[in-house]
């Protein structure tokens, strides 16, 4: 059920929490689906509810640094200059995990996710609580992350507390980025891009490039997809009537012959590009289209993020045998 976050429904929900149950809550960058990180069986209900793997790991979510030398063992002094740079922000840092922290949050791995949000209904959310929270996006398994609390209640119904904070300010799943022996690389891009990363740590200390061995579990080929066939204009063949079709372009231009058109920018700036594509995905899929084409937006900065969603998002339409 969505409720309006207030100092009431907040302290409800942490309630919630503390008795072992889910609550969704916004963040900054998408809604996420949080339990109890210290506590395996309410995390367990996570993964049930989003019908998640268990090899993909769940990010914890904090609302002060102190919180942080509880949950991870290593303090290379990189990380707190990472953090406190960037948090409360879009940016997860995977870090050698302390013991408190249950297997089921990390998938078995020996690295735990870390991140304070910029929300303040979320860090109000965490401090009442009185615990880290576990949270992965508020959707189920491989479909569109949401960015408003009905996006939520679309694919999670069944939810008791829905904490309704509007819209998300970045709309786009946060950066991740791990800490290695010579230095830092990134397994998911976001808002955090790596020029704003290399003003803290020198460029020749973090890699970008992701072989399919190091990427982040969980970080399948095909993920955050909408329930209607997506195409990359540029990159997959259009079938010839548009007429059932939307078309989302990146700045307004005239485009005929489709159902509907959605513009991501007014301008092309790509960080209101970013907060708008879920949001015009997931009232697309709605309308039952035949299918959806978005064009392709250039890859600097935050379009590199933009692209990485949208090729997940297209993948398993035009691959069979990820169907
Ligand atoms: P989500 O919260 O759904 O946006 O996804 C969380 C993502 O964070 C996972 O799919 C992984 O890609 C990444 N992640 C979380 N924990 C770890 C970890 N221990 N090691 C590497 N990547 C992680
Ligand atoms: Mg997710």
Partial sequence: MIIKASPESISRAANHIRDGRLVAFPTETVYGLGANA?????????????QRPSFDPLIV???????????????????????????????TLVLPKSQLVPDIVTSGLPDVAIRMPANDTALQLIEAAGVPLAAPS??????????????VEKQLPDLEIILDGGSCSI??????????PD??????????????????????????SLTLSDASPGLMLSHYSPETKLYILGQHPIPNDTSKAAYIGLTPSE??????VRFLS????????????FFFLHELEDKWLDFIVVEAVP??????AIMDRLRKAAYRFHHSTNE
Wanted: charged share 25%.
């Fill in 38 to 50: 210290l506590d395996p069986k309410a995390v367990a209900g996570i993964f049930a509810m989003k």
């Fill in 61 to 91: 979510h904090i609302c002060r640094l102190d919180q942080l030398w509880e949950l991870v063992t290593s303090r290379d002094e990189r990380i707190i200059r990472l953090a406190r740079h960037f948090w409360p922000g879009p940016l």
């Fill in 138 to 151: 508020a959707n189920r398994f491989g479909r569109l992350s949401p960015t408003r609390a009905q996006h």
């Fill in 171 to 180: 709309g786009l799943e946060s950066s991740v980025v791990r800490l290695e």
């Fill in 183 to 208: 230095g830092f690389r990134i397994l998911r891009h976001g808002a955090v891009t790596s020029p704003m990363l290399t003003e803290i740590i020198p460029p020749s200390k973090l890699t970008t």
């Fill in 255 to 260: 485009i005929k012959g489709y159902h509907s």
């Fill in 266 to 277: 007014e301008n092309g700036n790509l960080e209101e590009a970013a907060g708008n594509l």
């Fill in 299 to 304: 890859e600097t900065g935050l379009g590199i």
